[in-house]
């Protein structure tokens, strides 16, 4: 069936698609990013309660900033995690787009997390559920890294199969770390954020380090 | 008029206009997806409030979570279906523009819709409004392919008029569906939104098995 | 001075930044335009509340709606003078820059304008002031091609310059309209926006005409 | 190690990442430019409150106007700035991401910052913290040349190091110059935002000036 054939699109159809899946990302990632900042806030005041209250109104949003900035980090190390993995993304199919979009569902609620966790650090469950959002993120990004590099399915034929294991293996290391700080929220909800700016830099150092070899 | 000729832009031009037409309808619509949990939100609370409180409230927010995930589904289905539909128009007249852009305003008042339904989810209005918004996308891109394939007025030449019309009516499928759930808003407006999840589901793999054909 | 000239980037380079220009000038109008439904909101009510007042709290948001349509068709035909425009400026310079950052400026001010008219369509401040604005985004969008056509400073050297000018004209006349209408905001405020749905209409038309023959 | 040569991607696919990080810089600054409006807003009033307040409250946010102003053309300006420095960055590596991330980081809380100054002019602390905002954009922004362009490391070779020190020196300039209207906020808070209209411009035409020697 030749004719068949022929309606399909031609490669560069293909690559234009591919090049629409990268951006889409990107613009998803960078509205979030800038998002982040959409409920910082502070509340109306008159000009007198201003004048009195608003030096003591913003420093009672530091945990917001620290929250900004935990959260600009990580959209920021996997907007450089997407970059690097889809250099070697050759080709796409229904399935990388919704583990894809999976990915970026994830990423789309981290505003709300990081508003949350802001807000109320000293609680249990906005942290429990940040570091939850934050591991999903992970996780969903090895997925679509899993998917297109089992047996080469999308990915560059010439990529050795020991490098692409220790990538997955380098993927799932700051989700786990996530997941370990769930029970830090527990136990102390205020500590759990520091836990996340020291081990997903340690997993990610870990994880650069086997990149570097790739 | 050889001069007039002259005037007009080159090829190169076409398609680099074509580009910024998907360009800013990829846009629209990450922007459209990522909003969607903007106004997922808590009330304020002080300390001690949240302290008893903050768990309550975000259990009441599910019905929130639920539409925002049925959203992103929705617009995540459509961005497919323009990707692919996308990949066969070549040509573009001011009808596509404007077909288009009736498309993205539907896609624009989705955060709206979805934000209605997620906090009222057990009264009629909302959830007509919703099955009656995700309808007209569903309508609308509908349109911008009619408009396209009609007589190969955009697009490849060669694609075959059955497959187009197979396409045209697969497209046609999830709307009809939504507007199909509309009875059961004024039976049981809490069930609606099964539906939506079901009906779909089953519409887009009819048109996943028609388009593969493609 | 032949090494000064090398340090220039080269022709390639020129493309990609003014790729750059149409890019930020799509992502902002992008922005823009689903920006406009951020403040349609009902507001937050009990259960018992939402069942009473729910659809005549919808029904009072008409305006809103109305408002929505009107900016969204404004916004969505801009964006098609700027594609339009686009494909006949092959150079860039500050200047363009500058000129194609104020229009953006004016369109980056219309969900604002455009919430403040839809809430209080029957005062005449708002109406003078979204008359204003969109009177702007024309304005600017105007100055705009006369600044590139001018001497043929920054387009297609083989445009003709009575072409030129028929589109300058074309473009004048959308935002002389809006002007047009601000006297009616003070004698009749809720007639105001049928006069922009009306006028523009019939100026974009006639701007078509001339464009045509472009 | 030829083997391993064979596994990383080719030049195309550096110029394909290298055009991510700039489209990824759009969107952001694209974003944070349109959210600059979001937070513009009239207290919501009923039908006779508005008839009778409308008109004054929106006077009374003449000072949110301005900060507008200042942050689009800010914004704008760096946009510039960014534009003009990627034509000559040829490659890049984890530290131009980072640092260019940084630059962004500051970007996505100007829309903050503005509305605060905006709310609050009369005060030192929105001042300071606006000041600081933008002199962080400057310093931020002069870091990723500084760093792209050391020991011609991720730019054109043929640069000569006078310009590029020239360019270096330009760039920190607004920057300084935010910075020195830091003491003026302690003195007399509202004239602090008539030095950022002045200063800026000055040091932006003398860096132009430099920069047309480029």
Redesign the interface.
């Given at each position: 069936m030749p004719?068949a054939r022929?309606?399909s699109?031609e490669i560069g159809?293909m690559d234009?698609?591919l090049e629409?899946?990268?951006?889409?990302s990107?613009?998803?990632?960078?509205?979030?990013?800038?998002?982040?900042?959409?409920?910082?806030?502070?509340p109306?005041?008159t000009?007198e309660v201003?004048?009195l209250h608003?030096?003591s109104e913003?420093s009672a949003m530091m945990p917001q900033f620290v929250s900004?900035?935990i959260s600009?980090m990580l959209i920021?190390i996997y907007?450089?995690a997407h970059?690097r993995m889809f250099?070697?993304i050759k080709r796409y199919d229904?399935g990388l787009?919704?583990l894809n979009?999976l990915f970026?569902?994830c990423i789309?609620?981290l505003?709300?997390s990081s508003?949350?966790v802001g807000?109320?650090n000293?609680?249990t469950?906005?942290n429990v559920?940040y570091a939850g959002n934050a591991a999903a993120v992970g996780l969903t990004i090895s997925a679509v890294w899993w998917y297109a590099s089992h047996k080469h399915r999308l990915i560059?034929q010439?990529?050795?199969p020991t490098?692409i294991h220790g990538v997955t293996l380098s993927w799932l290391a700051p989700p786990m770390s996530f997941l370990l700080s769930i029970p830090i929220a527990f136990i102390d909800p205020t500590s759990t954020s520091v836990v996340w700016w020291i081990l997903p830099a340690g997993t990610t150092l870990l994880a650069?380090l086997i990149a570097r070899r790739?």
């Open positions: 004719e022929n309606t699109p159809d234009r698609a629409r899946i990268v951006f889409f990107d613009a998803v990632m960078a509205i979030a990013i800038t998002l982040l900042t959409i409920d910082l806030r502070v109306e005041m000009r201003a004048a608003l030096t913003l900004f900035g600009f920021g907007w450089m970059l250099r070697y229904p787009i919704v979009l970026l569902s789309a609620l505003p709300f508003y949350l807000s109320y000293f609680l469950a906005p559920l560059d010439r990529l050795s490098l650069r790739w």
